[in-house]
């Protein structure tokens, strides 16, 4: 009503009902922040606004580059650095002797400043990320923003729940070139998401070049699911992914799945089944080096089935291929961890199967690294540090807490983004839930075995497996709005999250997602109007 009576005794346009600022607790940020104080007044944006560091320069200026360009294209203004300045400013703080852990950070808004302050890079980044939440939903846009940029007053302190805030892409069922894996870490870069998982590998295709067996992509990338043509990241590539990433404070966990999920690697180091039609390619690989079963391996597999392939556990060849796939990895690794899967290989024998895990999981350490696993990598002796994936059986999950290992959390009715929403959407699969968007925010992660407690969890993590998804269209309509739900479970502390509070200020967000043209999931259990 207010603004009805400005509008009509002042006639002013709707674009100056846009000039007055929210107020700070009327913020729709996600995932939701630890505290938020408001107070009297507001910040506004100018071109004339400088950008103040204080701290360690190496730590800011990136995080500033990054601001500046979030600012750019939708208002234009190109926003100056500077050594110091009160008015008018946005003050970037590493403080010395902080006391914030890696990743908080707080956020102080009033008439002439605002300052984020961190103890590092990742923290001012993730400040930057809410304070475009704080924008509006025209920033994301490059069309010209109407209006001014007003920031009510007030203090957000911040910082995460867990440490590990992951999403995982499929890249093996069906090939995503670099960009769209760019695309996929622009976007969880917002919901302050922190670790990228690349699944690599598996029957259907072998992704990521690796020198020192030259068939795997040669001959293991050559198809997809469905008899695409699949494809591969050079070193190169998967260099400039890690790099791209690393600008956003993601780190990025390679996998390689063994010993099942294997058919791509042993499609070009394996003894072919006799039964089956070898291509013209596949021929060339005969017998090299032989890594698998004999004649349990096919040619370049494109269905969906899972469960049919192993590695050869028995084989010193085996074990000289996993060494050199984990050192090439390793070398163009910085996070610390190597994912060596584990899961569903049905065909290998318990017997087989726990030898081979820590033979693989050794191999990791040698090269110095920690493992991550499936769930069922429990079943073996786990090295100090390695980390158990949760997917499945909790079972199992507690056999790596008894170990004194922590796991990782991704239960597939909750995060798996491959599920469908309902028995209505066109994309996806539905072998353990349909997931609609309050299933996958209502839940917690020491909710699902009394076992499992906070102290045993490094963090919650999205996995979007690809049989079904072959653009960056679908990988954003399965991800969107469920992504953001998870990042909120992964971030906020329990206490704090509600459904009725997530909803409200989820439905404001798509304003966001409108201005940068995603094709997001439009939820019945959000009410549009
Ligand atoms: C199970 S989750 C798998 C994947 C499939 C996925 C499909 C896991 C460790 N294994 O191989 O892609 O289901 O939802």
Redesign the pocket.
């Known amino acids: 009503i207010s603004n009805l009576i400005l509008l009509t005794i002042f006639g002013l346009g709707i674009i100056s009902c846009a000039d007055k600022a929210t107020p700070l607790s009327e913020n729709n940020i996600i995932p939701k922040p630890l505290s938020v104080t408001e107070a009297e007044g507001s910040f506004t944006l100018t071109n004339e606004t400088k950008l103040v560091t204080l701290g360690n320069a190496s730590e800011i200026n990136p995080v500033i580059e990054i601001f500046q360009s979030l600012i750019k294209p939708s208002t234009g203004f190109d926003l100056q650095k500077v050594e110091s300045g009160e008015s008018n400013v946005i003050v970037f703080e590493i403080e010395s002797a902080s006391q914030k852990s890696p990743g908080e950070y707080s956020i102080s808004i009033d008439e002439n400043s605002i300052k984020i302050a961190a103890s590092n890079g990742e923290g001012l980044f993730n400040g930057i990320q809410t304070l475009r939440q704080l924008m509006p939903a025209g920033i994301e846009s490059s069309s010209k923003l109407d209006g001014k940029i007003k920031i009510g007053a007030g203090k957000i302190e911040d910082k995460p729940e867990y440490a590990y805030r992951g999403f995982m892409l499929?890249v093996a069922?069906h090939f995503f070139p670099v960009e769209d894996v760019k695309h996929v870490i622009d976007l969880v870069s917002k919901y302050k998401i922190n670790f990228l998982h690349l699944?690599l590998s598996?029957d259907q295709g072998w992704r990521i070049e690796i020198k020192s067996w030259p068939l795997l992509t040669e001959i293991g990338s050559k198809t997809e699911v469905g008899g695409g043509e699949g494809g591969f990241y050079t070193q190169e590539q998967y260099k400039d992914i890690v790099a791209y990433a690393q600008s956003k404070f993601i780190t990025v966990v390679p996998e390689i799945?063994m010993p099942g999920?294997t058919n791509s690697a042993l499609a070009a180091y394996g003894q072919l089944n006799p039964g089956i039609t070898v291509p013209e390619k596949g021929a060339v690989a005969f017998d090299r080096k032989d890594l698998g079963v004999d004649g349990m391996a096919t040619p370049l597999y494109t269905g969906?089935e899972?469960g049919f392939s192993t590695l050869d556990t028995d084989k010193d060849i085996t074990y000289q291929f996993v060494d050199d796939v984990i050192r090439e990895l390793v070398e163009l690794t910085p996070g610390p961890y190597i994912h060596i899967?584990g899961?569903?290989s049905l065909v290998t024998e318990l017997e087989d199967y726990i030898p081979f895990m820590e033979k693989a999981q050794a191999i990791v350490t040698k090269y110095g690294k920690k493992s991550l696993g499936?769930?069922e990598i429990a079943h073996a002796r786990l090295e100090p540090g390695a980390v158990a994936?949760y997917?499945?059986k909790a079972e199992n999950a507690v056999l790596a807490i008894n170990q004194g290992n922590q796991v990782l959390v991704?239960p597939?009715t909750k995060t798996?983004l491959?599920?469908q929403y309902d028995s209505t959407t066109y994309l996806g699969?539905h072998?353990?839930a349909y997931i609609e968007l309050d299933d996958a925010y209502n839940w917690d992660p020491t909710e699902l075995d009394a076992a499992v407690k906070k102290e045993n969890i490094l963090g919650v993590e999205a996995?979007l497996?690809?049989?079904t998804i072959t653009e960056r269209k679908e990988i954003e309509f399965m991800m969107f709005p469920r992504l953001a739900a998870i990042a909120e479970v992964a971030w906020t502390k329990k206490e704090l999250r509600n459904w009725e509070s997530f909803s409200e200020r989820l439905k404001k967000h798509t304003a966001r997602w409108d201005a940068m043209g995603l094709n997001y999931y439009k939820s019945p259990k959000l009410v549009w109007e």
């Open positions: 499929d069922r699944h598996d799945d999920h969906i899972v899967g899961d569903e499936w769930d994936q997917w499945a991704s597939a798996y491959d599920m699969l072998w353990a996995p497996w690809s049989e």
